[in-house]
């Protein structure tokens, strides 16, 4: 299968790895914050010089925000790897939603992405799990990988921001880029969006992006789902409202787990019993599911909790193309015994885009505690 400019869609950038590219390949890190060449490995350890001597942001301070990169273009970033503990203590175990990721692009003062460091990488909920898909991939033990195409023009800046009430030690991180005259008038703005409602309305579709304008194209769908009803949750419709549409989409899917890309609510049968069934595949996935708060232990408790589960859904090789505007929603449609009912859930998502800049303001991301879950 090939696209309109003849590149085999399938197997992607392999096909072209034999063509010598134009460009300058650079990496940051703490070691060598600015990316500059011959200027990796410097830092001194006990073993002696440029053996390991600063592999890490060694803290990020309570309530501190640290620029992990600032990078001058045109250029193209290519890989992005973190790691970073998931607790600093048994009150503070949810880091991974207590660290914000953001991203600027060229001059701009509002950012192109905001997520929590867990859920940009599909691991929502505050823990983390392993996802294998062309895009994303987290790997043992809370290795996030990042391959989404970066490109900018003049600058790009990101940060994280620890807004936890502890210190966080020993940050790990590369950003792996291109410097090239070859970023095409064309070329989007990468954009990440993470948004959260603890309890859907009834009849109320629950809003994943609004308010995009200008040209661009949908690339994917994260949603972190806590169930807070009986029964199979997943008859919701997913809606692309494009280029002015009101009352109705142009694009309207045929339930969540059609979306996701399972069928008959991703369950199967083990000896009378209805099992949930995870996968992970280049473009589509359910890679968590959890009833149970595996992750402390209490003696005057039990570790029961309200079903989580993650989806992932990549538009890589089907994008959600726009002239005009994009707004995003999901329905919170169940069924029973009795047939179809109006649910009430606990609904986070993150959605990917790219588009032209400006992009429309973001709305206000929602305090530390309003992101922990349930």
């Not at 959605?351 to 303001?361: T, V």
């Amino acid at each position: 299968m090939y696209n309109e400019k003849g590149k085999n869609m399938v197997l992607g950038e392999l096909e072209n790895i034999f063509r010598l590219r134009n460009g300058s390949s650079r990496a940051i890190t703490w070691e060598n914050r600015t990316g500059e060449k011959g200027k990796g490995g410097m830092a001194e350890s006990e073993l002696g010089p440029s053996r390991k001597g600063s592999p890490c942001v060694p803290e990020i301070a309570a309530g501190e925000t640290v620029t992990l990169a600032e990078i001058i273009g045109p250029g193209i970033i290519q890989h992005i790897w973190m790691t970073v503990t998931d607790r600093t203590s048994e009150r503070n175990r949810y880091v991974l939603r207590d660290l914000v990721v953001r991203m600027y692009w060229d001059d701009e003062e509002t950012p192109s992405v905001e997520s929590p460091l867990g859920d940009l990488f599909c691991c929502g909920f505050g823990v983390s799990y392993q996802v294998n898909s062309q895009p994303i991939a987290v790997n043992p033990t809370r290795g996030f990988n990042m391959y989404f195409p970066m490109p900018f023009r003049k600058k790009a800046r990101i940060t994280v921001e620890n807004q936890c009430d502890e210190d966080i030690p020993a940050f790990f991180y590369q950003v792996d880029y291109c410097l090239t005259d070859e970023v095409t008038d064309d070329a989007g703005y990468f954009h990440a969006q993470w948004k959260r409602q603890h309890i859907t309305e009834k009849g109320k579709d629950y809003v994943i992006l609004d308010n995009v304008q200008g040209k661009g194209q949908y690339v994917g769908t994260y949603m972190a789902l806590t169930t807070l009803e009986r029964y199979w949750y997943g008859e919701g419709e997913v809606k692309f409202y494009i280029d002015g549409d009101k009352e109705y989409p142009t694009i309207c899917g045929t339930g969540t787990e059609d979306y996701f890309g399972g069928a008959w609510s991703f369950a199967g049968q083990e000896e009378g019993k209805t099992v949930e069934q995870m996968f992970c595949t280049p473009y589509l996935g359910y890679p968590y599911y959890s009833r149970h708060d595996t992750f402390i232990h209490n003696d005057y408790h039990n570790d029961d909790q309200m079903p989580q589960r993650s989806f992932y859904r990549w538009h890589i090789a089907d994008p959600i193309l726009f002239k005009e505007d994009l707004k995003v929603t999901i329905q919170q449609i169940g069924v029973y015994y009795g047939g179809l009912f109006e649910r009430q859930d606990d609904v986070a998502t993150v959605a990917y885009w790219y588009q032209a800049e400006p992009h429309g303001k973001f709305p206000k991301f929602p305090a530390r505690k309003e992101r922990w879950p349930r």
